[in-house]
C-alpha cells in the first residue's frame, strides 16, 4: 500500500493536501505561534536526541554519522514510530521540521524508517493493511 507521507519546512504555507500535520521536532520553531500552524501534533518523540543534535551543531560529526546515529535511535526505539504510523495509515501525513531543506534533513530518515515499519506490518498481516500496533491505542482502554 502507498503511504503518502510529506515533508514541509515547518515555515512552509499550510496546504489543502497536508493531511495529518505532525512537527517532528523537540524545539519549538522561532517566532511561530502555535494556532497559525494548524498542527495535528507536536510529536518530540521521533525526532533526533538532544545530544545527537547537540554534537551535530557543533561540528563534532560529520552529516553522515549524524543520519547514522539517528538511524540507530529510531531502531532502539521502535515504538516512536506508532502514532505517525496511525496518521500514515488514516490518510497524508506531512512532517514538518525547521530545517531548510527537509529532503536533506532527518525527516527524510524518518520517513523512510516510517514508510519500512508500515510494508513490515503489511508482511506480518499476510499482505494486509492493518495490525496490531496500528490499534495499540484502542486496547489500551481495555
Not at 503511504?3 to 512537527?23: C, E, F, N, S
Not at 514538518?96 to 520517513?111: T, V
Not at 515499519?117 to 489500551?140: H, W
Request: hydrophobic share 35%; aromatic share 10%.
Amino acid at each position: 500500500m502507498n503511504h503518502k507521507i510529506h515533508l514541509k519546512r515547518i515555515y512552509t504555507p499550510i496546504d489543502d493536501k497536508d493531511g495529518a500535520r505532525v512537527l517532528v521536532d523537540r524545539l519549538w520553531p522561532v517566532g511561530l505561534r502555535r494556532e497559525s500552524l494548524q498542527l495535528t501534533d507536536w510529536y518530540r518523540d521521533a525526532s533526533p536526541s538532544l545530544s545527537l543534535r547537540r554534537v551535530w551543531r557543533r561540528g563534532n560529526i560529520t552529516q553522515e554519522d549524524f543520519m547514522r546515529r539517528y538511524r540507530w535511535e529510531i531502531v532502539y526505539s521502535p515504538t516512536c514510530l506508532v502514532p505517525l504510523m496511525q496518521m500514515a495509515r488514516q490518510g497524508p501525513l506531512t512532517l514538518l521540521g525547521a530545517a531548510r531543506d527537509p529532503e536533506n534533513s532527518y525527516l527524510k530518515i524518518l520517513r523512510e524508517a516510517i514508510e519500512e515499519a508500515l510494508l513490515e506490518e503489511d508482511r506480518q498481516a499476510d499482505g494486509g493493511a492493518s495490525s496490531p500496533p496500528c490499534y495499540a491505542e484502542e486496547f489500551r482502554e481495555y
